[in-house]
């Protein structure tokens, strides 16, 4: 079964603190790995699509990156900004159907 | 390049009752998705729409239903609402024209609330 499992279920850092969060995948045929940014009550805001193992993208203090079975999400120096749920989606083969995670709660402390 | 927008924006409905929320996707995207979100099971796919034509369904009852229209509009209608069918009810909409989907651009959302 297609699945998308997203650790932690919730960090805590202090702002300036470096931290990784973690998705991992069984999506038979990936097509592409996207993680999105979410805020309380709004949707999900794209960030990132990677399609093969050992793509990397960048995008202020995120970056992303891809191997065969998982997918990180590293934050450099964080920022209280940066706090919002993390979730990281896959799509099965030929299809727009987006298996989600259940997401990462980050909050970053002043 | 406005975004996706949704409406309404919040609704408050009551058990029994049907409801109809609508959703414009991107200027030039083909493709309209529906998502459930809760607390409990995280985001779920209802549905996904390209030119008028459902292309994928999720493991929804058939009280959730949608359409598409030639502009690419969207509504999704539910009926006979269900305690558990209050949720935020998300629409993504993407170009829709890649095997793999493309990137998805998700709309604010409707908050449903069943009483």
């Known amino acids: 079964e297609d699945q998308v499992t997203q650790s932690p279920e919730a960090l805590r850092l202090q702002e300036g603190e470096s931290s990784s969060l973690n998705c991992s995948y069984t999506?038979?045929?990936?097509?592409?790995l996207f993680w999105y940014r979410q805020d309380p009550g709004k949707g999900p805001e794209f960030l990132f699509t990677?399609?093969?193992a050992g793509e990397e993208k960048e995008k202020e203090r995120l970056k992303a990156t891809l191997t065969k079975k998982e997918s990180f999400l590293h934050i450099t120096a964080p920022k209280p900004e940066d706090s919002a749920t993390y979730l990281c989606?896959?799509?099965?083969?030929?299809?727009?159907?987006?298996?989600f995670g259940q997401g990462t709660r980050l909050t970053i402390n002043p | 390049k406005a975004g996706v927008t949704q409406t309404p924006r919040y609704l408050i409905k009551t058990r029994g009752q049907q409801v109809t929320l609508s959703c414009s996707p991107i200027?030039?995207?083909?493709?309209v998705s529906w998502y459930q979100q809760t607390p409990g099971q995280g985001l779920q796919f209802l549905f996904e729409?390209?030119?008028?034509?459902?292309?994928n369904k999720g493991n929804f009852p058939g009280r959730f239903s949608g359409r598409q229209f030639s502009n690419s509009r969207s509504e999704m209608n539910v009926s006979t609402l269900e305690l558990g069918d209050s949720a935020l009810y998300l629409c993504?909409?993407?170009?829709?024209?890649?095997?793999?989907?493309?990137?998805?651009?998700f709309g604010p959302g409707t908050r449903l609330t069943v009483t």
């Open positions: 729409y390209f030119s008028e034509t459902q292309r």
């Open positions: 989606a896959a799509p099965r083969r030929g299809a727009q159907k987006l298996v």
């Open positions: 999506v038979s045929g990936l097509r592409g």
């Open positions: 200027s030039g995207h083909r493709s």
């Open positions: 990677l399609y093969s």
């Open positions: 993504a909409s993407s170009w829709g024209d890649r095997p793999s989907g493309g990137e998805q651009y």
